[in-house]
């Protein structure tokens, strides 16, 4: 694996680990910059290292340690100097695979305290588990990138002035700030599963972080039915990894899937999960989710699908958890089962709400819509706008290519004499 690679799939757990040992964010990860500098210098002529991730979290923590002892003056206080003492004496080449409790989860029960605003608890750990730019985070938010910059520095002065203790809270505490944990390990999974940024569409190291994180969640929770959900959830729509995209990396849509491709295995893991989620208390939002796409996962052929059933799920779904996404969902669910006139009316209500202005996914389901309807110059001009607002270079190649399919048809359909 090149050094690029290695960045992109360890940097979350390598910063996670560095927070819990420095306890500072901002010294975390200026060390974990120099330390990965190192590595470009000293690996290629002295060769990887056994344990890569370890050497990084050492040579970090020694260029922290270095970098504080130079900012401490002569005449700083002893007890400053014992701390410096203590960070330096910490072992850090043990197993960090095998600890009673992961590094990344830890984190992200500090970045989710109650103190912290929700939308700035979500932001955090985007950036430091997720390892997301500013620039990525500020584009999922739909917010200007200085405007996310200054959220982050915020959150974090107030975790570093409010002493955060660096740990899962004890039991009594987990309910209030499961909710937002449970959001920030979906959105990783999210951030993988359809990636924003990139010439990729899966991110698929990101999926597996948060699928393994979702499993430690069940485990330090195994009462909490929507725990479970949420796992299932996760499980269901990554069994269909190998059958999302083509040898060449370009999108294949649902309908159009080899669904020989999916992973039986875990897809009847996440089945039972539902199953125990549903059976366990009145569903909630990731419950119902799962439910959903259980019921893509047991259909043998796109045509099996049953959308009156989903269509259902979703009504239920608006009602717990209503958002401008669900609503656009929604329409598209409605248009399978009631046809796409239908659907196209629930788009217009949400393109009159303006909540989805700047999101790509409203314009490209109005065109998909069209496109059904043979009104190929409205889906062209659909297409156009969802170009227009598209980030990810995989969703751009997909939509060209249907942008291109909606002309030539549009050329070809002439007007009766």
């Not at 060769?47 to 970090?60: E, N, Y």
């Not at 002493?163 to 700030?177: C, D, N, S």
């Not at 999210?190 to 499993?215: F, H, K, M, Q, S």
């Not at 059933?309 to 248009?335: C, F, G, K, M």
């Amino acid at each position: 694996m090149s050094l690029e690679c290695f960045f992109r799939d360890e940097s979350g757990r390598i910063l996670a680990t560095l927070i819990r040992l420095l306890g500072d964010f901002d010294v975390a990860e200026e060390a974990m910059q120099e330390a990965f500098a190192a590595a470009l210098q000293q690996w290629p002529e002295e060769g990887t290292p056994v344990h890569p991730r370890a050497w990084l979290v050492a040579t970090a923590r020694h260029k922290a340690v270095d970098q504080l002892r130079r900012a401490t003056r002569v005449e700083a206080k002893r007890g400053e100097l014992e701390k410096l003492a203590a960070l330096e004496a910490q072992p850090v080449l043990d197993d960090l695979d095998n600890t009673p409790m992961d590094d990344s989860l830890r984190l992200i029960f500090t970045c989710c305290h109650p103190a912290l605003a929700c939308e700035a608890q979500v932001a955090l750990t985007l950036r430091t588990v997720c390892g997301l730019t500013t620039e990525e985070i500020a584009h999922a938010f739909l917010v200007p990138a200085p405007t996310l910059a200054k959220r982050l520095v915020r959150a974090k002065q107030k975790i570093r002035e409010a002493g955060i203790p660096y740990h899962v809270p004890p039991r009594e505490e987990l309910p209030e700030r499961l909710s937002g944990v449970m959001l920030v390990v979906y959105l990783v999974f999210n951030e993988g599963y359809a990636a924003t940024l990139g010439d990729t569409r899966v991110r698929r190291p990101l999926c597996i972080e948060a699928i393994r994180l979702g499993r430690l969640l069940c485990e330090l929770m195994p009462e909490e039915p929507e725990v479970r959900a949420l796992l299932a959830l996760m499980l269901l729509h990554d069994s269909r990894r190998d059958a999302r995209v083509d040898a060449r990396g370009d999108i294949v849509l649902l309908d159009e899937q080899d669904r020989l491709l999916w992973d039986r295995e875990q897809i009847r893991e996440g089945l039972a999960l539902v199953e125990s989620a549903l059976k366990s208390a009145p569903p909630g939002t990731y419950a119902l989710q799962a439910a959903i796409a259980a019921l893509h996962a047991q259909a043998e052929r796109a045509v099996d699908t049953d959308w009156l059933q989903i269509a259902h799920l979703y009504r239920r779904l608006r009602q717990t958890d209503p958002s401008p996404v669900v609503e656009l969902n929604y329409a598209a669910v409605v248009a399978m089962v009631d046809g796409p006139l239908r659907g196209l009316r629930l788009l217009d209500e949400l393109e009159a709400a303006g909540d989805l202005a700047t999101y790509h996914l409203l314009p490209a389901t109005r065109a998909d819509l069209l496109r059904r309807l043979g009104r190929w110059g409205e889906a062209a001009a659909a297409y156009r706008q969802a170009l227009s607002l598209v980030s990810n270079d995989a969703e751009r190649r997909f939509l060209a290519r249907r942008l291109h399919e909606a002309e030539e048809r549009s050329r070809s359909v002439r007007p009766e004499s």
